[in-house]
Nanobody, 123 residues
Framework: QVQLVESGGGLVQAGGSLRLSCAASGRTFSTYGMGWFRQAPGKEREFVAAIGWSSGISRYADSVKGRFTASRDNAKDIMYLQMDSLKPEDTAVYYC????????????????WGQGTQVTVSS
């Protein structure tokens, strides 16, 4: 079992920045990758970013490429999402997820999920 807890969400104006954190606990020694997804009201959950736990290799959705940066602190078992140049369309609940596969972008590739943190970007 792996437990994930997100933090760092909030309300920010367009053009601003936020940094999300995801703390992992439990059987984290078998981590191959972690990712961020988001879900806006009335929409399906969508991929945002993923990062390889050992390699640090990352991948991003086209909608956030160049604005968001995923990183991780292996010693603390924490993953981060630095979000810059935020837009109103980035408003959503952001979820972190844990994968035993690697740097994947589909929800089916993740085994454990956090409870989510709300990000609201005002225009």
């Amino acid at each position: 079992q792996v437990q994930l807890v997100e933090s760092g969400g909030g309300l920010v104006q367009a053009g601003g920045s936020l940094r999300l954190s995801c703390a992992a606990s439990g059987r984290t020694f078998s981590t191959y990758g972690m990712g961020w997804f988001r879900q806006a009201p009335g929409k399906e959950r969508e991929f945002v970013a993923a990062i390889g736990w050992s390699s640090g290799i990352s991948r991003y959705a086209d909608s956030v490429k160049g604005r968001f940066t995923a990183s991780r602190d292996n010693a603390k078992d924490i993953m981060y999402l630095q979000m810059d140049s935020l837009k109103p369309e980035d408003t959503a609940v952001y979820y972190c997820a844990w994968s035993r596969i690697g740097v994947v972008s589909t929800p089916s590739g993740f085994d454990y999920w956090g409870q989510g943190t709300q990000v609201t970007v005002s225009s």
